[in-house]
């Protein structure tokens, strides 16, 4: 029987790439106004939330 090999190196960056997507769409230079503006969201509520937490999270 064959064993399983696993590069976490690429499991570990394959994770981050829909975080970093997710950066980018929801910035100021693409969709991040229209969103904050859909959702009620605002800059002081967005700087006060825990960033670590949510990047945790997600």
């Known amino acids: 029987m064959e064993q ?3 590069n976490f190196l690429l499991v570990f960056a ?4 829909p975080l970093v997507l997710g950066m980018i769409w929801y910035s ?3 969709f991040g106004n ?4 859909a959702s009620g969201m605002t ?7 825990n ?3 949510t990047i945790g999270i997600a």
């Open 51 to 53: 960033m670590a937490l």
């Open 34 to 37: 229209a969103w904050m503006a």
């Open 4 to 6: 399983l090999h696993i």
């Open 43 to 49: 800059e002081e509520k967005a700087k006060s939330g």
């Open 14 to 17: 394959f994770a981050l790439i």
């Open 28 to 30: 100021k230079a693409l």
